[in-house]
């Protein structure tokens, strides 16, 4: 070795964490007031490669601490301890409308960290790295359990938390692409909850009948939930995101057999025809489809769907007699879905029935529909192919990154807490108050 | 600390016990570790949330070893008036640790009872986690009688994500390599353990993981022929290292354990072909200088076990080598001449090492190293009331195991020392203070041949 060796020390701690846990990421041994880039790399399984990096100085110490230190360039500026995570993007040459979801959860995202020479912001594969490590991201906690669920024609898939339980019980539904998305169980397990996630619009059954589901479908995940041995069966809530909200509203306030202890409903709308199988749902916005309108880059707006919101009842779910805490989150810039005015429509219900006192609203400005786990990527637009329609098209989701990002890590943590209360007890309000 | 007496505890049992079980059949508490995945040298926060206030409960810790025995540990706590137990800043009152102890659920396990004897826990399938099982049980005393309200599982890690385990067969060396993460090259670590318990590589595992290319050197396995061959073979396995692509050749130390410390000054004081700032550095670890020249490792264990009947007995019958051993090194002529090394040294003893005068191997050394005007490159750690093996922190100590004498199918129970307490602090300790040496000399030092 002829020249001076400075080895730079890279750590991510912790190196293996849950996907909403945060990490430190540490430089030391920098050369004091050297201009260096840290960026993550990572591949997802459908072979896409996605990117973020930010562009820092080392102080008089010679380190840079991501979650102290700001970034004054790249993907994120400014102070950001997960920027390397929710401000991923695809590199550059991938294909537009590109969305991050892990299907096998039963492994872990890895990403790959790297500190560079320099404030870089291209041609990242033709450097070399002074110093890189590899960070695990897992959406289940060690000793989480995956059960797939078919009982009673059901396609599911059931994460019960380690430990003898019984555990307070979740229902999990997503929204119009259908599918069985398991992610969002696997991590609220390992917060504690025996969670089902199921595929109601794609279902095994719906596939070889060519038939949607009724609303017996969701009360059989109910019931399935419920006699679990490990599952608390008095304790159960459901989360709906999307259209996954209509079915979680309709089933809190009518269903004659599902009794939940609580409800989130994320970027969604309590407009519907009243007592209408999933199908009438989907006929009935269907019905309203000439008011999709496109933005400039052509990219799909269906929030105006469901608007204006009706004043006639039988096409909203009397949300005055739900019996149980709602959580609603919102996204302000929601092209989706108007969620925001249904929200506001909910509060007007509640207030007149008397049953506000149950209502919680998250409303976050600059956020849109997808409001996902935490650092995970943003997506403003992607491609969607959803039940209704054949081909695939570009949808407009909403958003600006860095607010969405803020309101995605706010409203997971929110949304656990209130979970955690509703569900775990609330004999000691300040229990989990240090959340 | 304040003591919990008795007959309150009982009643205070009793009383919780009731209102935990009509809890059960609504929900029980909430048990968490963070980070539930972690290296085995990073501490967890484990918190029991959702418990009646003031209840006595038992937090379990349980793990199911390779060699298939059973360890446990646990501490008997009291929840607050929030219904919390925080095993990070709450007070043990009994249990296999007490007092405010972090980590005391991992350090202070041992073999269950009715157990083997004399048993020892080491990982060898290091690419695999330690699977750590943690419950919380209602009641202190008889917290066994009863199943768990709640319980999490750990992932205790020799290997941080992305680092790569090499099987090396090179000239002869045998062995195994660890490669960190990232573009490389590294500074590198020799690892070499003690007598016989052949291949070790969990922290050979986890000097990679900080950082180090690191080499576990199996060195007893081969029968070597003579002195000078068995020397050979340390220094090629030496320079197969640092030869490595992936290594810093003028960054590489040594780190040995008990006769592995032996290896460490052996090859330091006498190799030729090991040029001036290679080994960049030494750590001894229970430091043992005694190699009677022209001797192989093994011919000198058999000469160490022609004194076996000075071996002083305890009152469990386990044998202590450490008396004979001061006998032994008192003759300078069966020592390595550690007067001879250049490079910066670290020595970590334990007090109350009952296996082999270490500490006074340790003064010997310091001795020497002043005597030729040298001093300045001994750092060391002597620690109070720790015994021989001084492993990374969180591992279990054991005073004494089972241990089969070389060549011999005699097997005995050998007396290492040390008091679990302070052992234990002596692991976290040393092990922080290790890494930051190694730091200093394989990774801040500017290279020797730096342009001015």
Known sequence: MQLSLRLKCLSVQPSRGLMDEKFIVLVQNALPGSQLTIRALHQCEDGHSWEAFGHYTADTTGTINVSEDPSIGGTYSGVEQMGLLWSFRPIPGSKSGLRMRKKNIQTPMEVTISVYQGHQTEGFADLVPLSGVAVERWYMAPGVRRIPVTEGGLTAALFLPSGPGPFPGLLDLWGGGGQLVEYRAALLASHGFASMAIDYLTAKITMETGKMVDNQYFETAYRVLQQHPQVCGSKIAMIGLSFGTSITLKMAVYSEVIKLSAAVCISGSHVQPVDGSVEEILRFFQKNGEKTRFSEKNEVIWRDLLLPIPTDPSLKVNVGRLQCPLLLVVGEDDQNWPSQESALDIKEMMARAGNSHLLTVLSYPNAGHLIEPPYTPHARSSTLKTVEIEEKVMCLWGGQTVEHSRAQEDAWKKMVVFLKENLYGGRNPTSFSHL | ?452
Request: glycine share 8%; hydrophobic share 40%.
């Open chain 2, 1 to 452: 600390m304040w003591s919990v007496t008795r007959p309150l505890l009982q009643e205070c049992t009793l009383a919780c016990y009731r209102l935990l079980s009509a809890m059960t059949q609504a929900v029980p508490p909430i048990l968490s570790i963070t980070p539930s995945r972690a290296l085995v040298d990073e501490k967890f926060q484990v918190l029991v949330e959702n418990l009646p206030p003031g209840c006595p409960v038992t937090l379990h810790s349980l793990h199911h070893s390779e060699d298939k025995d059973d360890w446990e540990a646990y501490g008997h706590y009291v929840s607050d008036h929030r219904g919390v137990v925080s095993v990070t800043e709450d007070l043990s009152f009994g249990g296999t640790y007490t007092g405010k102890e972090p980590m005391g659920l991992l350090w202070s396990m041992r073999p269950v009872p009715g157990s083997r004897e004399g048993l020892r826990l080491r990982k060898i399938n290091v690419c695999t986690p330690m699977l750590v099982n943690i419950s919380v049980h209602s009641g202190h005393e008889d917290f066994r009688d009863r199943t768990p309200l709640a319980s999490a599982l750990a992932e205790r890690w020799y290997m941080a994500p992305g680092v790569k385990r090499i099987d090396i067969n090179k000239q002869g060396v045998q062995g195994t390599l660890f490669i960190p993460p990232g573009p490389g090259p590294f500074p590198t670590l020799l690892d070499m353990w003690g007598g016989g318990v052949g291949l070790l590589e969990y922290r050979s595992a986890l000097l990679a993981s900080r950082g180090y290319v690191s080499f576990s050197l199996d060195y007893l396995r081969s029968e070597h022929l003579s002195a000078d061959v068995e020397f050979k073979y340390f220094e090629t396995a030496f320079n197969i290292i640092r030869n490595h692509p992936q290594v810093i050749p003028d960054r590489v130390g040594i780190l040995g354990i008990s006769l592995g410390s032996t290896v460490a000054f052996n090859l330091t004081a006498y190799s030729t072909i090991i040029k001036v700032n290679v080994p960049r550095c030494i750590v001894c670890i229970s430091s043992n200088h005694y190699h009677p020249p022209g001797t192989t490792l093994k011919a000198g264990f058999k000469i160490l076990s022609k004194h076996f009947h000075k071996a002083h007995f305890d009152e469990n019958n386990y044998m202590s080598w450490r008396s004979f051993g001061l006998d032994l090194i008192a003759d300078p002529s069966n020592n390595v001449e550690v007067g001879r090394i250049n490079c910066p040294m670290l020595l970590v003893n334990g007090c109350d090492d009952q296996n082999w005068p270490t500490v006074e191997t340790a003064e010997e050394v310091a001795r020497l190293l002043r005597e030729g005007g040298k001093e300045h490159l001994l750092s060391r750690l002597a620690y109070p009331g720790a015994g021989h093996l001084i492993e990374p922190p969180f591992s279990p100590h054991f005073r004494a195991t089972k241990f089969i004498i070389l060549n011999s199918k005699k097997k005995v129970i050998l007396l290492w020392g040390g008091h679990t307490k302070a052992h234990s602090d002596a692991q976290e300790d040393s092990w922080r203070k290790i890494l930051s040496f190694l730091q200093l000399h394989l990774y801040h030092s500017p290279s020797v041949k730096a342009k001015l």
